[in-house]
């Protein structure tokens, strides 16, 4: 399992950072002795409100314990905070319901049972792990033993030893304690730090180390040697087995299937992807075929991508984000974003790519500019969090309104872009309204949501829904004498920018567009 830790200095970039990992890694931890200004409370929810899997370590390392100035990339330490201060810190993790808090082994016996009593006080959720951090050396096998021992006798959960590398021979000894340790009951984190302590890193998983800390990029290392979380699953890839295209080459060269490119989502019934692909590829003289797939078990789903050389998959509701964590590289719009509805396989490297934003973008920016104008966005959503970066990008501003106002607030904070309760939306004055929610889609077509009074003030208003082609929500506008747009041209763009990335070549718009309303009309 992978744990991320955060380390930024700044509330700001340390929730964008949570936000990020919680879609790449199986444990946070908050480094509360380097975030200077974020209230654990905030910290805490944003990770749950982003993954309800991952979990969550606080710790505060001591001075002594955490890498010192020089060794790690980026990484500003925010004053050593007191034992006591330490303390109360600890136990307001524990009363917020953190699976884990790290205390080290020097904080003494008498800290560690406080924190143990306290947690056993509040049902026992958050357990206890109890470390050891030597940056200047990797004691010999015998004495590392010892410590172990020293640190299991508190009985905790976990018993973390990390050590420094001096040479290559350390890993060897940071290794064996993990096979010794295993058969003793804490689980073990046993690995050495530093350059020639990045073998450990890499091997330490497969001989049952219960974490590997990643960084999400190359600074922001909380400690020297750290991989990144890419190339850490990289490591999982190669040494498992499961789907390195340099170890299977076989599985690659396989003929092509008859299924070139599929969607991936559950349900698909309704999906109007494989009638405009398949026109488009028909027109640009391509045989191959575009079919839909109900996923069950997205895992299998992409093995079976890799297996049978599909060239391409659309994702679509409800993986788009969780398909992240099964691709070997995402680009980055669809970092910044959060979500994936586009993957290129590569002879077996599928990576993962955003097409939502441009075709919102594009959209908008055939009858209006982008750039200098403010747009309400409505919703909080994965769609929304796309609709913005376009905006934001193209030098437009976002302004955030949505039905559950904690959400919004998380995706507004990352912005820094304003956020309005959606029920208050009427007091928002802006050149454009767009809705990213489900609200007015089939069957519920009498539904919108916004009042239509509330439209007057608006230039334009856009609907990504489209069916049907014309929402409530924009039968609205049009009254009220609003530029509209529906969410066909959106779908169309975002559609021929998949195939532009498939295939390099350009798609014919105007046919997809063509068969696309073509069913629409009849379905109307
Ligand atoms: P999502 O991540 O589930 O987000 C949905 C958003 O809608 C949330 O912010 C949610 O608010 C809000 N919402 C849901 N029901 C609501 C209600 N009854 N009243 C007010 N707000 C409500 O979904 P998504 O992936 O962004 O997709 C949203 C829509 O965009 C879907 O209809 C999808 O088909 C469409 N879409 C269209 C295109 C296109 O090419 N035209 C592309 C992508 C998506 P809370 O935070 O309060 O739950």
Redesign the pocket.
């Known amino acids: 399992m992978i744990c991320i830790p955060i380390t930024a200095s700044k509330k700001k970039e340390a929730l964008h950072a949570i936000e990020r990992s919680c879609r790449l890694a199986d444990f946070i931890e908050l480094r509360m002795d380097l975030i200077e200004d974020g209230s654990l409370a905030e910290l805490i929810s944003t990770a749950r409100d982003n993954s309800s899997l991952i979990k969550i370590i606080v710790t505060c390392r001591k001075k002594e314990e955490a890498a010192p100035a020089g060794r790690t990339a980026g990484i500003k330490n925010a004053g050593e905070k007191t034992i006591d201060r330490k303390i109360a810190l600890l136990k307001e993790a524990i009363e917020l319901g953190a699976d884990f808090v790290d205390i080290e082994l020097t904080e003494g016996r008498a800290a560690i049972k406080e924190l143990q009593s306290f947690c056993a006080k509040h049902r026992g959720k958050t357990k206890i792990i109890v470390s050891y951090h030597n940056f200047k050396e990797t004691p010999a096998l015998t004495k590392l033993k010892e410590i172990f021992h020293q640190c299991a006798k508190a009985k905790p959960a976990i018993v973390k030893i990390v050590t420094f590398a001096k040479t290559a021979e350390d890993n060897l000894e940071t290794l064996s304690l993990i096979s010794y340790a295993r058969k003793h009951s804490p689980k073990i984190i046993s690995l050495c730090m530093g350059d020639k302590g990045r073998i450990s890193r890499a091997v330490a998983p497969l001989l049952g180390n219960y974490l590997s800390f990643a960084t999400l990029e190359r600074e922001g290392q909380s400690a020297p040697g750290q991989f990144t979380v890419w190339e850490m699953k990289q490591f999982k890839k190669f040494f498992i087995g499961r789907r390195s295209a340099s170890l299977t080459p076989a599985l690659f060269l396989r003929k092509a299937s008859p299924q070139n490119y599929v969607l991936l989502g559950n349900p698909v019934g309704q999906s109007l992807s494989p009638l405009m692909h398949n026109a488009a590829l028909k027109k640009m003289g391509i045989a191959e075929n575009y079919s839909a797939f109900c996923v069950q078990d997205l895992g299998s789903a992409i093995q079976g991508i890799r297996g049978m050389n599909i060239r391409g998959a659309s994702v679509t ?1 409800p993986f ?1 984000v969780a398909v992240m964590e099964y691709l070997d590289d995402i680009d980055d719009d669809a970092l910044e974003i959060g979500a994936v509805n586009t993957i290129i396989n590569n002879n077996g490297r599928l990576t993962g790519c955003n097409t ?1 934003w441009l ?1 919102l973008i594009l959209t908008l920016q055939e009858a209006m500019p982008v750039k200098g104008k403010t747009f309400v966005i409505i ?6 969090r796309a609709a913005a970066y376009g905006i934001m990008k193209e030098g437009g501003f976002p302004v955030i309104a ?3 106002p904690e ?1 919004g607030k998380i995706l507004s904070n990352k912005l820094n872009c304003p956020f309005y309760p ?1 029920a208050e939306i009427g007091k928002i004055k802006a050149d454009c309204l767009i809705n ?4 007015g ?1 089939y069957p519920h077509n009498d539904k919108s ?1 916004v009042k239509a009074s509330a439209l007057g003030g608006y230039k334009y208003v856009m609907d ?3 069916n049907p082609l014309k929402t409530k929500l924009l039968k609205d506008a049009e009254k009220q004498g609003c530029h509209i747009f529906s ?1 066909v041209d ?2 169309v763009n ?1 559609g021929a920018q998949q195939l532009r990335l498939w295939r390099g070549k350009e798609p014919p718009l105007v046919l997809m567009k063509k068969v696309i309303l073509e069913r629409l009309n009849k379905i109307e």
């Open positions: 509701i788009k939502d075709g919703g909080a959503g994965g769609t929304a949505n039905r559950t959400k959606l990213t929610t489900p609200v889609m949501p990504v829904i489209y969410g959106m779908f975002q």
